[in-house]
């Protein structure tokens, strides 16, 4: 496949950035997105150019450090799926892919498609765990009877790896499906209760501070999810948030 790929440039977060065009050739079809850049990368460095800065990791899509908004979509085309799972085999020869970083005023550009996303960690820090004493013995696995529904929804939620694709695919730049999904895993398990109160608005606070915009119901975010974390923890986000306001 020979491709033409219009790629995001920029030194910095300060610096204004620009698509640069670049030609490729040889792309095969079970090539992953990120190593047809690799490829991309290589030859840049062998012709003494600058290679393209991209983040990532595992590779597997569990880290969800791989955030590129290829076309106009986070994580491209396909669906339930990251950039590192997305394979070259989804586009054609001749196509021109624009591969750019996911925008959001929270998640700066570090360098070219690279971006900044430790507001998620501080909206993590801000209430996204529970206290639970560790010294004794360990408490039975079973000790806590748990909905088996309420179990699997904790799952669900849980699944999220926090790639941002959510706030890239919002008009608004909302980040309400991550922390809602970060408040749902504890808000559904009898673990969750005892900070609930502060979790929610601790959370939601943080969200705000960080400069993330705010939701509108679109539902972009469901739909570009690679882990399909439903719209339903938002609306449990926003009762559990409601329930806290009241009793503060
Ligand atoms: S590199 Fe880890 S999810 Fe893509």
Known sequence: MNLTLKIWRQSDANSKGKLVDYNISGVEGDMSFLEMLDVLNEDLINKGEEPVVFDHDCREGICGACSLQINGEPHGPDRLITTCQLHMRKFND?????????????????????????SFERIQQAGGYISVNTS????????????????????????????????????????????????????????????????????????????FGNCTNTGACEIECPKGISLENIARMNREYLKASMKG
């Not at 669900?156 to 309400?176: E, H, P, Q, R, Y």
């Open 94 to 118: 001749g196509d021109t892919i624009y591969i750019e970083p996911f925008r959001a005023k929270a998640f700066p550009v570090v360098k070219d498609l690279m971006v900044d996303r430790s």
């Open 136 to 211: 004794g013995n360990t408490q039975d696995a079973n000790a806590i009877p748990i909905r088996k529904e309420d179990a699997d929804e904790a799952m669900d939620a849980a699944t999220c790896i926090g790639c941002g694709a959510c706030v890239a695919a919002c008009k608004n730049a909302s980040a309400m499906l991550f922390t809602s999904a970060k408040v749902s895993q504890f808000a559904l398990l009898p673990q969750g209760q005892v900070e609930a109160t502060e979790r929610v608005l601790a959370m939601v606070n943080q969200m705000d501070e960080e400069g």
